[in-house]
Every structure is written in structure tokens, then in C-alpha cells.
């Protein structure tokens, strides 16, 4: 049985718009923690989503506001739904079928629907194969409603700020020239491994210990799949300066089949990603998001919105994959910047990522003006020589992301955030720049507020 599908028109063709791309997602499941419900919108044929292989599951995106949908686009990978539904809702709650198959053959389908929501899933029922459901991409086309509210409370998938911040217009001001110039406006977190080899991730695959792929932890010292906001303030910390409990965390280095973590402590800047570095404020506590994707291609690595430097060793430098030599007794390094532009709403969202924007030539975008620090990890790992079984748990060097979980004491983060990034400084984690020692640290000789 099939219902409310029709063959394309060219008339509905030429007025439809795209809706779905690069908006939140959420799904029932994924399949080890490499195919995220977010690369079913990512406009990207390389990349999927995939589920676990049982029934039923489901695939949803949230259109920022309710909409009428006219027509969805399903490009299945060979593990498709041979019965599932097309479903829309306005609150992620309360579902309507608008399409309806039970003799589903995989490939891409075109269907034609009618209905509105700010919600649209597909809900399998039924699977093609013996694997799970697997998607390329996930198109739903249609006519945008008024921007929407965002909820209320806490929804499916979201995290509300509490307060949020509002009425914040993004600076377009160059600070003014300084003698000594400004050159830098940063400070250093170094942070020791805390926890290794462990398959958890408690932003992605919260209260699902197991779930991930392996992970390196740095900084907090209890992270794990059920971690939260007030577990990470009570928890111990790898990371010099004491109250930063921070949770950062990246997917395991390995060779062949041996993990290889950094050793000591490793640098985590916390840098202005915007022109005006004057207007950047302190992480919200409780601020999680993801930077990268496991199932970046190659390009996606390089062309990540954010400046990135990619892989170095020896003398090579702005390497995309990991090389396939590095000179004996050097170490792998890398460098990768995360976005710094907050909606000022939401701490997190289904796709994890979607609450967070990066600068546009220096500038926040309108829907994002928040400016807030730019964390930018630089690594290193002691491995060198033939590197051809050297890999991530995730998969080749270009699916090198990772993850922040916000828990400084916000009186130090917002002493170090004023002194350094604010008062353009290149700071120690102490928060002294020894290049201008007149101005003084931030913290102690203990690294805490004195």
C-alpha cells in the first residue's frame, strides 16, 4: 500500500526549497557511532546515516520552524526500509503519517506529499535487509513558515540556556591600534589524559555506556556516558588549573591495534575567533558541542569553516590525512578550531552542533551573536616512523573531531576570558604573557584566583 505519493511535476519542482540541510537531527539509534543522523542533511553522498539493526527506528529533522512540506527525497544506501512512514509534527511529539509504504525497494525516492510541521521523520517499520536502515540523504522540500520560538523547555534532543542571552548584536567594531601592538588574544588550558580507551560519549550517546567508539577523556577525571553538569563540578581535574573540570574528549589514536596516547599535558587554547575580541563572554556553564565529524570526507577535513592546520611531523605540516611517514623520534600533531558563535539559547541541540555557528569574516552571524572563546585543540602523539597502520578509532586521520563539556568555575574562566582574550594578551594557563610581564597574571602561583 502506498499513500499521498505522486510523481514529480516540474511545477512543484521549481517552487519548492530545500528545508532540511545542515539542520538539527536526531535519530532512535546509529550503527557504532560513525553514520550520525546529521549526515543524512549534510548534503554530502559520502557521508550516511545508518541505525542499529532492529525495528523499528527512525530518522528526524527539525525544521526551525513549521513549514509546508511538498515533497521529501530518500537516497537509501543498500540497507533500506521496506516498509516505513513519512511522518510530520509541530512539536516533535504528536506525529502525522503523510506517506505510507509497506513495498518500499530502496534507491533514491521521489515522493510527493502534502502536510506541514516543524518536525519530519521517516519511521521504519520494516527492513529491506538483514542490516539496519541506512540513509545518504534525507531531502524535504517545501515553503518556510515564520522563524520559529524555540521551545519552551527542554525538547527532544535540545538543552535550554537558563537564563538565555538575549538582545546581543554582533560586533562590527576593530579594536583600536595599541603600542605595544595586539597581535594575540589568548590563554593556554593544558590538560593531562584523564581517561583512555573508552567507548562512551556522554554528549552523542548520553546515558549509553558502550555506545561509542573508543575515546581519549582529558581534563575532568569522571567522565563517562552519564555524565552532566553537576557530576563534572563534583569530579576531579588532569588539567593544571584547578577550576577548569571541563570535559574534553577525542576519538582514540591507534596503532594497528594499540592505543597511543598523548603524553603530559596537552595545550587547549582558548582564543577570540572574532574581530572585536573585546566583545567575547565567557562560556555559559554547561555549553556542549561536537567540532568535526567522524564521517568527514578528506575535504570536509580541509575545508572545515574553522581555520584548521591538519597534521604535522618532522617537517610536513597542513597534512589532511595522517602522513605515511613521520621522521623517527618526532610526533604526530594536530591542530583543529571550533566554532565560537552562540544562539544564546540553547546549551545543546539533536545534532549537537546547530547551537553553535562560526564567524563570518570575523563577525558572528545574526542568528548566533553570542561571541564566545574559540577553542582550538592542538595534540600530539609520541608515534613516528611507518605510520600506514596509524589510525583513529573513528576511522582515517580526517575524521579527527572531538568534544567540549563546559564546567570552569565561571569566576576563573571569566578572570582568564577578561585578562587575556578581552585585554588581548597571550597568555600562559596562569594567565600571564611574559612578552608584556607589566601586565600581570590572572591567577596565582596555584593557578586560582588570588
Not at 539509534?29 to 543524512?40: D, Q
Not at 596509524?390 to 574562566?413: E, I, K, Q
Request: one cysteine or more; charged letters at 15%; a negative charge.
Amino acid at each position: 500500500m502506498v499513500v499521498g505519493a505522486f510523481q514529480l511535476t516540474s511545477a512543484n519542482a521549481a517552487t519548492a526549497t530545500l528545508l532540511s540541510q545542515n539542520k538539527p537531527a536526531l535519530a532512535s539509534s546509529t550503527e557504532l557511532g560513525e553514520t550520525p543522523a546529521a549526515a543524512a542533511f549534510d548534503g554530502n553522498n559520502a557521508t550516511r546515516w545508518g541505525s542499529q539493526w532492529s525495528d523499528p527506528q527512525w530518522l528526524r529533522v527539525d525544521l526551525g520552524s513549521t513549514s509546508t512540506i511538498s515533497q521529501v527525497v530518500l537516497q537509501w544506501e543498500a540497507a533500506y526500509a521496506k516498509a516505513f512512514q513519512i511522518q510530520t509534527s509541530p512539536d516533535g511529539n504528536a506525529w502525522t503519517s503523510i506517506y505510507s509504504t509497506t513495498t518500499g525497494t530502496g534507491g533514491t525516492q521521489t515522493l510527493n506529499v502534502t502536510g506541514s510541521g516543524r518536525y519530519v521523520r521517516m519511521y521504519g517499520t520494516q527492513r529491506g535487509t538483514g542490516y539496519g536502515y541506512s540513509l545518504y540523504e534525507f531531502k524535504v522540500y517545501g515553503t518556510n513558515g515564520t522563524t520559529g520560538t524555540p521551545p519552551a523547555s527542554d525538547g527532544p534532543g535540545y538543552v535550554m540556556a537558563n537564563p538565555p542571552v538575549t538582545g546581543v548584536v554582533p560586533s562590527t567594531a576593530t579594536p583600536p591600534a595599541t603600542n605595544p601592538p595586539t597581535t594575540h588574544h589568548e590563554f593556554q588550558a593544558n590538560c593531562s589524559v584523564s581517561r583512555s580507551n573508552l567507548p562512551d560519549d556522554p554528549i552523542v550517546f548520553f546515558g549509553l555506556p558502550g555506545a561509542s567508539h573508543s575515546h581519549t577523556f582529558m581534563g575532568n577525571t569522571t567522565t563517562n556516558a552519564n555524565t552532566t553538569l553537576a557530576s563534572l563540578q563534583a569530579g576531579g581535574t588532569a588539567c593544571i588549573t584547578p577550576g577548569d573540570k571541563s570535559a574534553y574528549w577525542m576519538p582514540t589514536l591507534l596503532n594497528g591495534d594499540t592505543a597511543v596516547q598523548p603524553v603530559g599535558r596537552q595545550v587547549i587554547y582558548y582564543k577570540s575567533g572574532v574581530l572585536d575580541y573585546r566583545s567575547v563572554r565567557p562560556f555559559p556553564a554547561g555549553l556542549r558541542y561536537v567540532v568535526g565529524s567522524p564521517s568527514a570526507t578528506i575535504d570536509d577535513f580541509r575545508n572545515n569553516p574553522g581555520h584548521v592546520e591538519g597534521f604535522e611531523c618532522g617537517d610536513l605540516t597542513n597534512q589532511w590525512d595522517i602522513p605515511a611517514n613521520c621522521v623517527a623520534g618526532s610526533q604526530l600533531n594536530v591542530r583543529l578550531q571550533a566554532p565560537s558563535c552562540w544562539d544564546g539559547i540553547h546549551l545543546d541541540t539533536p545534532d549537537h552542533k546547530s547551537h553553535m555557528a562560526y564567524p563570518v569574516v570575523g563577525v558572528c552571524p545574526q542568528d548566533h551573536p553570542v561571541a564566545v572563546p574559540m577553542i582550538e585543540f592542538k595534540m600530539a602523539w609520541p608515534v613516528s616512523g611507518n605510520m600506514a597502520n596509524v589510525h583513529f578509532s573513528s576511522g582515517r586521520g580526517y575524521s579527527f573531531h572531538y568534544d567540549f563539556y563546559n564546567a570552569w568555575d565561571a569566576p576563573t574562566l571569566k578572570a582568564l576570558s577578561d585578562h587575556c582574550i578581552n585585554g588581548g594578551l597571550q597568555c600562559d594557563p596562569r594567565g600571564f604573557d611574559q612578552y608584556k610581564p607589566d601586565r600581570g597574571a590572572a591567577l596565582n602561583e596555584n593557578y586560582v584566583l588570588p
